[in-house]
């Protein structure tokens, strides 16, 4: 489920620019969250869904810039604050 929402909420986020703090919160919530899944398939999982993570945020990067607003320029500072972590 996880994983699903890393792929599409990113896509469809430039229909819903105003949403755009509220999807990188969740992505980076999603990244730094820990998952329950079975031991055999649990290595898997955490490490396609944080790629997917990461995918997201790129895409959240790519539709901040092309809308204006101070929301955009903070979404884009939470990320790279993430990504220096």
Do not use: W
């Not at 031991?39 to 993570?53: C, L, P």
């Amino acid at each position: 489920m996880r994983r699903l929402a890393a792929r599409l909420v990113p896509r469809f986020l430039h229909l819903f620019p105003d949403q755009m703090s509220v999807v990188v919160n969740m992505l980076i919530g999603m990244n730094q969250s820990r998952y329950r899944a079975p031991e055999s398939d649990a290595d898997s999982i955490v490490t396609v869904t944080k790629t997917d993570v990461l995918k997201g945020l790129g895409s959240c990067i790519e539709t901040a810039s092309r809308i204006d607003g101070d929301a955009a320029v903070l979404s884009v500072q939470n990320i790279v604050e993430f990504l220096l972590r």
